[in-house]
């Protein structure tokens, strides 16, 4: 660890000292800190400043916070959370005789932060009695500097912004989506451009959301990392997993609603016609559902129930006896409870939807050939294995096993319960096709305990395949009992089939 943060030991007689610039002293107090307080959430921030204690930490962020305000700067909570560590860590080596000089290297510095900085060193020694030398103002300069900008201060023919172009592009012939939107564009620009930034300074971010928004997005996550690869080629930056977070909290911004329009429930509304009531009736339940649902209006008294083509039917008239539909029966003005109910028949619908598609996943696109049982393996012979059976049965070419290991570098497909997603970028195999391997012993993968690889080979017509179903498989095998079932009653690939068949059943 000390090798990354460019410090070395020395050693004097009895005495071993820690040798190197100041700088990178405090960035590796930051990441044992951050490392034993588990990442910048508010809980973990406040047990890393509980080593800390010196300075109150709700009144350095106060400092900080209003000290961008003068200065008309703007920076998000993780962001401002960040900094409050760095201005506390620097103000006990200060106090420790541990002050940081002006480095060489030490960039030019934005006027906005230079001014901000100085605000909270006058700040602090008005409010704290600590005092911020120059060489330390500067320092926090720049850390502010990585960290702003605006989306009027950067052109559409910025390089980042061309950069940024040209990797969304990319990204959506190779998932089959529609970016067009050039102001996203623009704002992605400006982050690319000072997280690039900050990667060629050395100033690392700690993102609080990675584990859980890893687990939760997968399908997001794994876009950020497509375009991160797609950075780091053309830029030679490397760009670390919590930078990864941050760009997926941007292409989820955008992206989500059209990644789960497949999850869309369509309902259809039999309202019959009284005045303005159709209308009241479809506004309170789309308040109450939101985006998770389509809503149509059909009025009539007299409706062709077996003609209707939804995947649920909310009516105000009573429902035939012995109807074989998704149906819920509510007044005209549904009450609290009414709501509810149709909520759960939605969220049941949706859970039907997806099952069917996990049950497809796992059995149409796998045969025999493709899955295998193991008493324990590692996961290089694990994707060795399942890329030698790819290739065998005419699926993969001889590169893929590559491929795959080089998406892997990039950022781990282990996911919480057990559960592993490995697959390559390149979308050029024969056909669409998964292999399986479950273990008896636990696999260690990038330092998470697997039981249970699903490799994805896709052709250039599986991409849809991939993109609809990745979140599905992954939300079904985060649980750990559920995986645990699964290993432990697929003893062949017919047990493995009929395993996913009974655990996609389960509510």
Partial sequence: MIREFDLALT????????????????????????????????????????EL???????????????????TLDLHDYELIDLTLHLAIALERIDDGHSRAAEDGDPALDPRALAAAAHVGTQLEADLGARLPDGEVRGLAELIGTRIGSAAAIGADDENVRLVRDVVDELSAQYALDITDDAFVVNLGLHVRNMLDRARAGHSVRNPLRAEFKQSHPLIHDLAVFVASRIEGRTG????????VYLALHLGTYLQRSLEAHDVVDVVCVVPRHYD????????????????VRLRLLASLLPDWAGINADLIVSVIELPVGLQRDAV???????????????????????????????WTL??????????????????????SMCEDLTAAGVASDGFHEDVLARE????TAFGGQIAVPHSFRMDCSRTAISVVMSEEPIDWGGSSVRMVVLFALSPTGRHAYRDVLGAVIAMLSDEARVARIVRDSADYEDFVRAIVAETSRN
């Fill in 329 to 359: 029966a509510v007044t005209p003005i549904p009450s609290r409870a009414e709501l509810d109910r149709i909520g759960d028949a939605v969220r049941r619908v949706r859970h039907r939807k997806s099952a069917a598609r996990i049950r």
């Fill in 409 to 412: 570098r990039l950022s781990s």
């Fill in 237 to 244: 930056v490397s760009i670390g997993e919590d930078e990864i």
């Fill in 11 to 50: 050693r004097s007689g009895n005495t071993i000292r820690l040798t190197g610039r100041e700088s990178d002293r405090r960035r590796l107090v930051r990441q044992l800190l951050l490392g034993s307080a588990r990442g910048a959430t508010g809980a973990g921030l406040e047990a890393a400043l509980h």
């Fill in 53 to 71: 204690n010196r300075y109150p930490v709700a009144e350095l962020s106060r400092i900080l916070e209003a000290a961008l305000a003068e200065s």
């Fill in 277 to 292: 009531s159709r209308t009241a009736f479809i506004e309170r339940l789309s308040v109450h559902l939101g985006d998770t």
């Fill in 363 to 384: 059995t149409e696109l796998l045969d025999p050939r493709l899955f295998r049982r193991v008493a324990r393996t590692t996961r290089d012979e694990a994707l060795r």
